[in-house]
Nanobody, 123 residues
Framework: QVQLVESGGGLVQAGGSLRLSCTASGRTSDSYAMAWFRQAPGKEREFVTVISWSGGSTYYADSVKGRFTISRDNAKNTVYLQMNSLKPGDTAVYYC????????????????WGKGTLVTVSS
């Protein structure tokens, strides 16, 4: 089993930046794609970005492309989400997710979820 814990959320003004972290613990010896999702108040949870185990492949939702960057440090079992040029529409609880894969793709959906960290963007 793998446990995911997010950190780094907080309040930031529009146009500002924030970096989220997600640290995995437990059985992390397999290859895992790791991703970020978010859920705004009253909205459905939506995909934000994903990174392959090697870090060589990434994919971003159009809404964050060019502003957010996902990266990972496997030695620390940690994935990061660097968020720049934040907008009020980015306000949401951000969730870390993972699944076993050597690529970006999952045959059975998300296997592990974090509990989330709140990002609030004010203007």
């Amino acid at each position: 089993q793998v446990q995911l814990v997010e950190s780094g959320g907080g309040l930031v003004q529009a146009g500002g930046s924030l970096r989220l972290s997600c640290t995995a613990s437990g059985r992390t010896s397999d290859s895992y794609a790791m991703a970020w999702f978010r859920q705004a108040p009253g909205k459905e949870r939506e995909f934000v970005t994903v990174i392959s185990w090697s870090g060589g492949s990434t994919y971003y939702a159009d809404s964050v492309k060019g502003r957010f960057t996902i990266s990972r440090d496997n030695a620390k079992n940690t994935v990061y989400l660097q968020m720049n040029s934040l907008k009020p529409g980015d306000t949401a609880v951000y969730y870390c997710a993972a699944w076993r894969s050597s690529t970006l793709y999952s045959g059975g959906g998300v296997e592990y979820w974090g509990k989330g960290t709140l990002v609030t963007v004010s203007s």
